[in-house]
């Protein structure tokens, strides 16, 4: 381990990437860029990046990494600090086999959308009697595809959010390791900031994956096509309001004690900002034009079930569900 | 007029048909093939039925009617006992400028769909100062399109419901001419029955069309695929229970002193029996194909105003409206 002197300067902790997708595979690369040990989990790209590694096209500079450590088979993968998962969540249920054994102090990072993906990990590792390290939640706000093998274009914004998985789902401070990983993603010029509250930060980022990644598949539509219509948008609001509101009310029965609540304004600053992002084809929209299923139990599924634990009425969000699991499951078939 | 031992089997009204399409035409060539007077209204067709006529394919016997009368100036329609508005409600707007006289005694006959259809003619008419008939509406049950130029193809159904409209909105006994009316629709061979409630059909038959063809367009599907999904069939309960609802709210408030309620088993016989109907297009959905307008303010905007009037959560109808609205804006821009 490096001396307190060197933190700011030098990587620390090694990171094996499991999905090395349009997210896993643009952060790895600059964490490898920045001298972190990073180990890349592979599928279909594996002899492609194995062969001739990975290219990134960023809007903050181009770069390739002709040589990286790629990895076909997890039991391959060696022991590190931090074991990145950036699966979509429709591939969770295999998440057990494909992880590398966590180094004593370490954690698994989980990069995914929606809501209770932390606690279905720590679920899944209780049932098969595997130890549990850490697991932290990062919230990304990324726009970054991937445009071929191993290679990604990183379109807008980067930023990284990161906070503790809790069992009983209360707020806590950033402990050391967190400290590190912050350290390494600043050593690679990936904005990145940590939060107490990792459940409502969750909830804050699906007031606006809610209503725009859904709808983009619904409608067919850009997220400036559907902020420009007068319908759309007052759809968009009453589906901001349906999550603030269930949010709320998770919050409170959390932490009766307490205020946990979303800021009062986050519709309206949701909204203005979107409307000054460029055209935006969301990651489920994505995954709905390349036929592979859709993140709709995680980004809709299990708030809709918190919602009916609390006795919140959802209607919108419950319909938004039922369409996209009809749409979803004719998608797939074809 | 006919004594009264004729009238069960001697035609005695004559018709205008307002929009000669897949209901217009094929309603309005039976009634001329049972010796009625009929004059058919025609945008597009006008040449070719001038000169070919009309063609019916049926289930219930094909039949071709080579000369029939043919107009496509409104001003030059002789006064008619009956004038049938078979127009999409999309053309509504000009419908003053396109009816014929109505002799006295007589009436307008709407065979559209949705709610206020009526109403919102006798306003149109007062407006432009024009004398207001008997105002009647009619509820088809039937399967029926038009594939060629004044050739129609009527595939299932047939059945029409008949009501009188009253600005009060209250029920009332059938007029002399309805009854004129279905005797002349019964020597058509058309099956048909008179309503007292006119108001209470319409949202009946809502409780069906507000589902089924709203989802038919967003979900891209027939009526078989959607009953058949779990997901979808649950939505569809829930839109219908938003309809029965408000249709009972209404009933209540517009009559408070005697119930005026749609019958509690009606969700599940409606969806009973769209189980066992041949897979179905609708008629929302082939306006969509064809990128025609939708029908949206009559089926859905109208209840919602009067959901909202009645202080009645529509949430789920608010929500298919606004997705109807942007996916016609997109469609009929293409």
Redesign the interface.
């Known amino acids: 381990m490096p001396s307190e002197g060197d933190i700011q300067t030098m990587a620390t902790l090694s990171y094996a990437i499991i999905g090395t997708g349009a997210i896993g595979g643009f952060y790895g690369a600059r964490l490898q860029q920045a001298g972190c040990d990073v180990h890349f989990l592979l599928r279909s790209d594996y002899g492609h990046v194995r062969q001739s590694g990975l290219k990134v096209d960023s809007i903050e500079g181009d770069f390739a990494l002709p040589q990286v450590k790629a990895y076909r088979d997890p039991a391959a993968l060696p022991p590190v600090d931090v074991a990145i998962v950036a699966l979509k969540t429709t591939r969770n249920h295999q998440l057990c086999e494909l992880l590398p054994q966590i180094k004593p102090g370490g954690a698994i990072l989980s990069l995914q959308n929606g809501f209770g993906v932390e606690g279905a990990i720590a679920q899944q590792l209780t049932e098969k009697n595997l130890p549990i390290p850490a697991i932290l939640g990062g919230l990304c706000f990324i726009c970054s595809n991937k445009v071929g093998p191993g290679h990604f274009r990183h379109l807008d914004y980067g930023r990284i959010l990161i906070g503790a998985h809790q069992e009983t789902q209360q707020p806590c401070l950033p402990t050391t390791l967190m400290k590190s990983i912050v350290a390494d993603f600043t050593l690679a010029s990936i904005e990145v900031a940590t939060t107490d509250d990792l459940p409502m930060a969750r909830w804050q980022k699906l007031v606006w994956i809610v209503p725009f990644n859904g709808?983009s598949v619904?409608?067919d539509?850009t997220t400036e096509?559907?902020i420009a219509?007068e319908?759309?948008r007052?759809?968009i609001t009453?589906l901001m309001q349906e999550v603030v509101t269930l949010a709320n009310a998770w919050g409170k029965r959390h932490s009766p004690s307490f205020p946990r609540q979303l800021s009062g304004d986050i519709i309206t600053k949701m909204q203005t900002h979107t409307e000054t992002m460029p055209p935006y084809r969301t990651s489920m929209k994505i995954d709905f034009d390349e036929s592979r299923p859709l993140e709709i139990e995680t980004i809709l599924g299990n708030p809709i079930r918190e919602a009916n634990k609390l006795a919140v009425p959802v209607?919108?969000m419950?319909?938004?569900?039922?369409?996209l699991?009809?749409?979803m499951?004719?998608n797939c078939s074809k």
Chains 1, 2 share one sequence.
């Open positions: 709808l619904v409608l539509a096509a559907m219509d319908g759309v007052s759809l009453n209607p919108n419950q319909m938004l569900y039922q369409q699991s009809f749409l499951s004719g």
